[in-house]
C-alpha cells in the first residue's frame, strides 16, 4: 500500500509538469475513439459537473484564500490585470469571433468564451514558474473568481448573443454553483486537513492538488472531443479555424498587455502577472459551462483550447520570458540614469 500510495502521488506530480503531453495523448485517443465508435450520444452535461468538481475542488482546497487579506496591497496591478483580463480580453475575442471565425457561430461563441472568463487559480502556478510576483498573481485570482459570476454572463451575453441565444439567469446560476460550491468545500477541506494534521502536513500535500484536477481536464477533453470527432474530421478546417482563433488571440493580449507593462512602468516580476492574466484564460470553468449549455462544436472548441494554451503560455514564459525581463528592466534602468544625472546638477 506505502508503494502503491507513493506511485500514485508521483503520477499526479507527473500530471502536473507535462499536462500538456497528456491532453494531445487524450485529444488524440478521442478523435479515434470518436471516429470508430458510435459515441455521438455520450450526455456531455453529467460528465462536465463530474469533471469541473474535479478540476476546481482540489484547486480550490489549496488556494489558501485567507492570505489575501496580507497582499494584494499593489492596487494598480491588480486593476489593470483584472481590466485586461475581463474587458480587454472580451473585447479581442469579440473582434477575432466576428472576423476570423464568423461564418462558425458555435466556434466564434467559443472564442467569445475564451475572452469572458479568465484564467483563476492557474495564474498562480504559471506566476510561480515565471518567477513573477506570486503574491500578487494570489489576489488577482482569488478576486477574479469571485468576479466570474458577476461579470463573466454579462461579457457572454453582450458579445455572444448575436451567434447563439441562451438564458443569462440560468448561466449565472451554473457559474456561481461551480464557483462557489467547490470553493466552501475547499475552505472546510483545508481547514479540516490543517485541524487535524498541521500546516506542515498540508503544504506538502498541496503540492499534489494541481495533478488531481488534471483528471478533469483529461476527462472533459475526451468526452467532448469523442462526441464531435466524425464531425469534425469531416471538416478538417475547423481545426485550422480553432488553431488560428485562439493563436491570434494569445498573440494580441500579450502585445497589449506587455505595452500596458511597460507604460505603467513595471518590473517584471509585476509585468509578467499582468501578461499572464491577461493571456490565459480558463479551462475548467469555459469547457464546463460549455457542456452543460452549448452545442458540442463549442465544447469541442474549447476542448482544444488547453493544449494550445499549456504550449503558448510555456513559450510565453521560457522563450518571451527573458526578452520581457530585458525589455521592461530599460524603463528602470532609464528611470535611474535620470535620477542620478538630476542629482549631479543639484
Request: net charge positive; charged share 10%.
Amino acid at each position: 500500500m506505502g508503494e502503491l500510495g507513493i506511485g500514485i502521488r508521483a503520477s499526479f506530480l507527473l500530471l502536473k509538469r507535462k499536462l500538456y503531453i497528456f491532453v494531445l495523448g487524450d485529444f488524440f485517443l478521442a478523435i479515434l475513439a470518436g471516429y470508430y465508435l458510435n459515441l455521438t450520444e455520450i450526455n456531455i452535461r453529467w460528465i462536465s459537473i463530474l469533471a469541473v468538481f474535479i478540476m476546481l475542488y482540489p484547486m480550490l482546497t489549496g488556494l489558501i484564500i485567507e492570505k489575501v487579506k496580507d497582499v494584494g496591497r499593489n492596487i494598480k496591478l491588480i486593476s489593470v490585470t483584472l481590466t485586461f483580463a475581463f474587458f480587454v480580453g472580451s473585447g479581442t475575442a469579440y473582434l477575432i469571433s466576428r472576423t476570423l471565425l464568423n461564418q462558425y457561430p458555435d466556434v466564434a461563441f467559443a472564442m467569445v468564451m475564451v475572452g469572458a472568463i479568465p484564467c483563476s487559480n492557474m495564474l498562480i502556478g504559471w506566476s510561480g514558474i515565471a518567477e513573477a510576483s506570486v503574491e500578487d498573481a494570489l489576489a488577482i485570482a482569488v478576486i477574479g473568481l469571485l468576479l466570474i459570476p458577476l461579470l463573466s454572463p454579462i461579457l457572454i451575453k453582450i458579445n455572444g448573443g448575436v451567434f447563439v441565444q441562451f438564458n443569462l439567469t440560468r448561466l449565472v446560476t451554473l457559474l456561481l454553483g461551480y464557483i462557489l460550491v467547490p470553493l466552501v468545500m475547499g475552505l472546510l477541506t483545508r481547514h479540516a486537513i490543517i485541524k487535524k494534521k498541521g500546516m506542515k502536513y498540508f503544504m506538502n500535500l498541496r503540492k499534489y492538488f494541481p495533478g488531481v484536477a488534471s483528471l478533469g481536464v483529461l476527462l472533459i477533453v475526451f468526452a467532448a472531443t469523442a462526441k464531435v470527432a466524425k464531425t469534425v474530421i469531416a471538416n478538417p478546417e475547423i481545426f485550422a479555424l480553432i488553431l488560428a482563433g485562439l493563436i491570434s488571440y494569445y498573440l494580441i493580449q500579450t502585445s497589449l498587455s506587455l505595452v500596458a507593462a511597460k507604460v505603467l512602468q513595471l518590473n517584471y516580476r509585476q509585468g509578467m502577472v499582468l501578461i499572464i492574466g491577461a493571456t490565459a484564460s480558463s479551462q475548467a470553468i469555459s469547457l464546463n459551462v460549455a457542456a452543460a449549455m452549448f452545442s458540442p462544436l463549442t465544447v469541442f472548441s474549447l476542448s482544444f483550447k488547453p493544449l494550445i494554451q499549456v504550449l503558448y503560455i510555456l513559450f510565453l514564459i521560457y522563450y518571451l520570458g527573458p526578452k520581457v525581463k530585458i525589455f521592461l528592466s530599460k524603463t528602470k534602468l532609464r528611470r535611474y540614469k535620470e535620477n542620478n544625472q538630476k542629482t549631479l546638477f543639484i
